[in-house]
């Protein structure tokens, strides 16, 4: 191989190096987003209701047992 083609490889191999590491960071950015509260839509809002709801249901079944 002479250096053209070595300098072609060189680029083609670093332009699918940067392309993967620009989608991981998009993935990783839109999945951490999905972490956060943002009023009700996100996944951590979901999850911070269900575990309300959960002890809510839990305190009355301590209730009913007492009883």
């Known amino acids: 191989m002479n250096p053209t083609d070595w300098a072609g490889f060189v680029v083609a191999l670093l332009s699918i190096l940067g ?3 620009l989608g991981g960071q998009w993935l990783v950015k839109h ?3 999905e972490l ?3 009023a009700g839509s996100s996944i951590k809002d979901k999850v911070a209701i269900l575990e309300d709801k959960v002890d809510f249901l839990t305190d ?3 209730e009913a047992l007492l009883k």
């Open 31 to 33: 999945y951490l987003t």
């Open 60 to 62: 009355i079944v301590k």
């Open 36 to 38: 956060k509260p943002n």
């Open 19 to 21: 392309s993967t590491a």
